[in-house]
């Protein structure tokens, strides 16, 4: 299967600072990969879908002007959680849906980020 | 829209013992149909996956899956499992037309009894 890398692993930042989070598609083009967001002890709720070249969609309820989805590259999709809060502290993971124009596809998730906001 | 539910949260089974995890989904068309696994703290591993074809399907660490439609579920299974199987299990569903994001059901902890 792909191989999904996400940078960092984990990160503890301040309160009102930015955290960028990494997603590297290692061995194909994804022109679409995914951010889901985990508490702890719960499921994976989809946040937004990354789009190549073009604006992330953004599921409801979730700020797009807070969580910065960037697609500049088939191969890299990055999350920034700007000015975050402890509520955002979480984990992060994303996932790429197959390769281009696949229809049967699997998703491949990426190790996730822990961001611990203090 | 598409939606999974786990009936059960947690499950506690002795080692060498059978295992079965419940998924139901809702979705208005064939689904693809997906069972992860997740360790503390780790990321998710696909155990197996159902797009078509035979609704048994076999995976790795030797579960496997079978699709029902009539009962719109896809229950997960194995015979015996090992204390290596104590985990977090998601079952998601995903669709084409969705643009392939998966819905992931709430997840059932397995706890393994020496």
């Known amino acids: 299967g792909a191989v999904v890398s996400q940078h960092p692993s984990w990160v503890i930042c301040k309160s009102g600072t930015s955290v960028k989070i990494e997603c590297r598609s290692l061995d194909f083009q994804a022109t679409t990969m995914f951010w889901y967001r985990q508490f702890p002890k719960q499921s994976l709720m989809l946040m937004a879908t990354s789009n190549e070249g073009s604006k992330a969609t953004y599921e409801q309820g979730v700020e797009k002007d807070k969580f910065l989805i960037n697609h500049a590259s088939l191969t890299l999709s990055t999350l920034t959680v700007t000015s975050a809060h402890p509520e955002d502290s979480s984990f992060y993971i994303c996932s790429t849906s197959g390769g281009q124009g696949a229809r049967n596809t699997e998703a491949f998730f990426g190790q996730g980020t822990r961001l611990t906001v203090v | 829209a598409q939606s999974v539910t786990q009936p059960d949260i947690h499950i506690t089974v002795s080692e060498g013992a059978s295992l079965e995890l419940r998924c139901n989904y809702s979705?208005?068309?064939?689904?693809?149909l997906f069972w992860y696994v997740q360790s503390p703290g780790q990321g998710l591993q696909l155990l197996l996956k159902y797009f078509s074809g035979d609704t048994l399907v076999q995976g790795i660490k030797g579960f496997e899956a079978e699709f029902k439609r009539s009962q719109s579920s896809f229950n997960l299974r194995k015979p015996s499992v090992h204390w290596s199987d104590a985990a977090e299990y998601f079952c998601?569903?995903?669709?084409?037309?969705?643009?392939?994001?998966?819905?992931f059901g709430g997840g059932t902890r397995v706890l393994v009894k020496p």
């Open positions: 998601a569903v995903g669709a084409y037309a969705a643009g392939n994001k998966l819905t």
């Open positions: 979705y208005g068309a064939t689904p693809y």
